[in-house]
């Protein structure tokens, strides 16, 4: 046996995670049954409660009808509740602050109808360049709504030549320069693309300081590092649970509005049933008593069973904990980096992801020099049953999730890599 794989698997025993309470898909290709699964950055696995607490809540619609909405073991109208506390613990909130609603690019809109307010000289929104596309799509939709020029409302800022990731200081300075025209920052937590982990607390500090608001978008950091936002002063995010938070596909998002804008009636919210004081809800009023919580921007009534899958998730984070969590992190991610490095100092591929652990989560991300990564990673898949994330033209992402990822899957991402590209003769 290979020494490395042999260290792979006496780390494993000696850190084992929680794989236990999750489905693994079986491996497509290579000598191993069960894949190395590496994508949870993308889709996180299924987790083995999920089948049955799901089949729960049907079996209660089934038996129960609409008088499930009081009378199942956990009724429908009060279900988003059970939600709250294990979400507001995960990103470091009070329960007042925190909501599971809708999806996240929905919820960065009904979030902006409050928080994008530009007026005179103050219109800007400042994302990254390489923010996901939906949010690049949903800043200049909101621009256009507000009667603004997209290509001129939207700043996008990006690295400095030949680096890779931002610079916190950069974007500091940005904001104390510039500050005066920007309306709002949006960012996210965790870059999708390169895993770079932003200093959320000084960004946040620095355009609140500006005068502006800002917001994150926190789909990659979420269940992946740890998080303090009401302490950070962070004035609204958002984040889905179908990555760290293996919710399931499409699964429903989270909300995040501080405590100071809670209850404020000078800001604009769009409003339905589910925006009123919950023991008003069926007084069948013309006229809304919404809470001073942030339950005031839910609008519709929640998907119950939508709801489940995120409810059993959140009950692993609250039973596992973000600092443990965060510990393992550490040590596996810094385990795939070393092995990363070996398998790339004589290759055309490069870590683009922050070395600083403090700048990351657990996501590393590779660039490669030729040929396109959706191919790599498919012969990865075929050939050694390894799943990770393409991102064209030419990234192609790593996640080890502590939850549910070994030593040995990490081992076997550099095994796949060096197998599949060839290694150069400098
Ligand atoms: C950073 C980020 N923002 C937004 C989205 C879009 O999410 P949704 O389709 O759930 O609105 C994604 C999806 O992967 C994402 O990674």
Redesign the pocket.
């Given at each position: 046996m290979h020494t490395l794989e042999q260290e792979a698997h006496q780390r494993d025993a000696g850190d084992p995670g929680h794989r236990h309470l999750f489905h693994v898909p079986p491996a497509d290709g290579g000598r191993h049954p069960e894949a190395a699964y590496l994508a949870g950055n993308?889709l996180g696995l299924q987790p083995r409660a999920t089948r049955d607490d799901l089949l729960a809540d049907l079996d209660a619609w089934a038996r129960l009808g609409v008088e499930g909405h009081l009378e199942a073991k956990r009724p429908w109208l009060p279900y988003h509740e059970l939600l709250t506390g294990p979400a507001a613990r995960l990103v470091g909130a009070r329960p007042a602050e925190v909501v599971v609603m809708n999806?996240?690019?929905?919820d960065l809109h009904l979030l902006m109808v409050s928080f994008y307010r530009p007026a005179g000289r103050r219109t800007r929104i400042v994302i990254e360049d390489t923010a996901?596309p939906?949010?690049s799509y949903a800043v200049r939709s909101q621009a256009r709504f507000h009667g603004l020029d997209p290509d001129t409302t939207v700043v996008r800022l990006t690295p400095r030549a030949g680096e890779d990731n931002l610079r916190t200081s950069d974007v500091c300075d940005l904001l104390a320069a510039e500050g005066d025209t920007v309306a709002l920052v949006l960012l996210?937590g965790v870059n999708?693309l390169t895993g770079e982990l932003l200093d959320i607390p000084a960004i946040t500090a620095a355009g609140r300081a500006a005068g502006a608001v800002v917001g994150w978008?926190l789909?990659?950091a979420a269940g992946n590092v740890p998080l303090a936002l009401h302490d950070w002063d962070v004035d609204f995010a958002a984040w889905?649970s179908y990555?760290y938070l293996n919710s399931g596909p499409?699964a429903l998002?989270g909300v995040f509005v501080h405590e100071r804008h809670l209850g404020r009636t000078d800001l604009p919210r769009f409003e339905g049933w589910w925006s009123t004081e919950a023991t008003t809800r069926f007084e069948m009023t013309p006229v809304s008593r919404p809470p001073a919580t942030v339950e005031a921007w839910q609008i519709s009534n929640p998907p119950i069973l939508a709801m489940g899958p995120v409810r059993t998730s959140l009950e692993i984070f609250d039973s596992v904990g973000m600092p443990a969590l965060r510990e393992r992190s550490l040590r596996l991610t810094d385990w795939l980096g070393r092995l990363l490095d070996e398998v790339t100092a004589d290759r055309p591929l490069t870590v683009v992801t922050p070395r600083d652990p403090a700048r990351r989560g657990c996501q590393l991300s590779v660039r490669i020099g030729a040929g396109s990564a959706a191919e790599l990673a498919k012969r990865l898949r075929y050939e050694h049953g390894v799943i990770a994330d393409a991102r064209e033209p030419d990234i192609i992402r790593f996640a080890p999730v502590p939850l549910y990822s070994t030593y040995h899957d990490c081992w076997r991402v550099a095994e796949a890599l060096a197998a599949t590209v060839p290694a150069v003769t400098r």
């Amino acid at each position: 046996m290979h020494t490395l794989e042999q260290e792979a698997h006496q780390r494993d025993a000696g850190d084992p995670g929680h794989r236990h309470l999750f489905h693994v898909p079986p491996a497509d290709g290579g000598r191993h049954p069960e894949a190395a699964y590496l994508a949870g950055n993308s889709l996180g696995l299924q987790p083995r409660a999920t089948r049955d607490d799901l089949l729960a809540d049907l079996d209660a619609w089934a038996r129960l009808g609409v008088e499930g909405h009081l009378e199942a073991k956990r009724p429908w109208l009060p279900y988003h509740e059970l939600l709250t506390g294990p979400a507001a613990r995960l990103v470091g909130a009070r329960p007042a602050e925190v909501v599971v609603m809708n999806s996240l690019t929905v919820d960065l809109h009904l979030l902006m109808v409050s928080f994008y307010r530009p007026a005179g000289r103050r219109t800007r929104i400042v994302i990254e360049d390489t923010a996901f596309p939906s949010d690049s799509y949903a800043v200049r939709s909101q621009a256009r709504f507000h009667g603004l020029d997209p290509d001129t409302t939207v700043v996008r800022l990006t690295p400095r030549a030949g680096e890779d990731n931002l610079r916190t200081s950069d974007v500091c300075d940005l904001l104390a320069a510039e500050g005066d025209t920007v309306a709002l920052v949006l960012l996210g937590g965790v870059n999708y693309l390169t895993g770079e982990l932003l200093d959320i607390p000084a960004i946040t500090a620095a355009g609140r300081a500006a005068g502006a608001v800002v917001g994150w978008d926190l789909a990659h950091a979420a269940g992946n590092v740890p998080l303090a936002l009401h302490d950070w002063d962070v004035d609204f995010a958002a984040w889905c649970s179908y990555k760290y938070l293996n919710s399931g596909p499409g699964a429903l998002a989270g909300v995040f509005v501080h405590e100071r804008h809670l209850g404020r009636t000078d800001l604009p919210r769009f409003e339905g049933w589910w925006s009123t004081e919950a023991t008003t809800r069926f007084e069948m009023t013309p006229v809304s008593r919404p809470p001073a919580t942030v339950e005031a921007w839910q609008i519709s009534n929640p998907p119950i069973l939508a709801m489940g899958p995120v409810r059993t998730s959140l009950e692993i984070f609250d039973s596992v904990g973000m600092p443990a969590l965060r510990e393992r992190s550490l040590r596996l991610t810094d385990w795939l980096g070393r092995l990363l490095d070996e398998v790339t100092a004589d290759r055309p591929l490069t870590v683009v992801t922050p070395r600083d652990p403090a700048r990351r989560g657990c996501q590393l991300s590779v660039r490669i020099g030729a040929g396109s990564a959706a191919e790599l990673a498919k012969r990865l898949r075929y050939e050694h049953g390894v799943i990770a994330d393409a991102r064209e033209p030419d990234i192609i992402r790593f996640a080890p999730v502590p939850l549910y990822s070994t030593y040995h899957d990490c081992w076997r991402v550099a095994e796949a890599l060096a197998a599949t590209v060839p290694a150069v003769t400098r």
